[in-house]
Nanobody
């Protein structure tokens, strides 16, 4: 079955960088779109960035545009989220998700905690 496993979260200070990884397995993802979501305490889940598995057609939320970069590594079946200039408001659980080219995100990872101290 499809598995998405996130890693790379942690506790950092404002202004630091982190790179999250999402290892994908269980099917061929070449026709899929991958997304990174986050959920802060008391808030809804928010789409942060997304990308076609081929590496094209990226999307970024306004709140992270210019600071975060999403990318894929086909050889490693892994999706990355490079997060620079982190702010306290980036504190959240970050989730990796996958969907077909249309429709909703069907597959989700277990999440990884990112905490940014100010």
């Amino acid at each position: 079955q499809v598995q998405l496993v996130e890693s790379g979260g942690g506790l950092v200070q404002a202004g630091d960088s982190l790179r999250l990884s999402c290892a994908a397995s269980g099917r061929t993802f070449s026709s899929y779109r991958m997304g990174w979501f986050r959920q802060a305490p008391g808030k809804g889940r928010e789409l942060v960035a997304s990308i076609e598995w081929s590496g094209g057609n990226t999307y970024y939320a306004d709140s992270v545009n210019g600071r975060f970069t999403i990318s894929t590594d086909n050889a490693k079946n892994t999706v990355y989220l490079q997060m620079n200039s982190l702010k306290a408001e980036d504190t959240a659980v970050y989730y990796c998700a996958a969907r077909g080219m249309v429709g909703s995100y069907d597959y989700w990872g277990q999440g990884t905690q990112v905490t940014v101290s100010s």
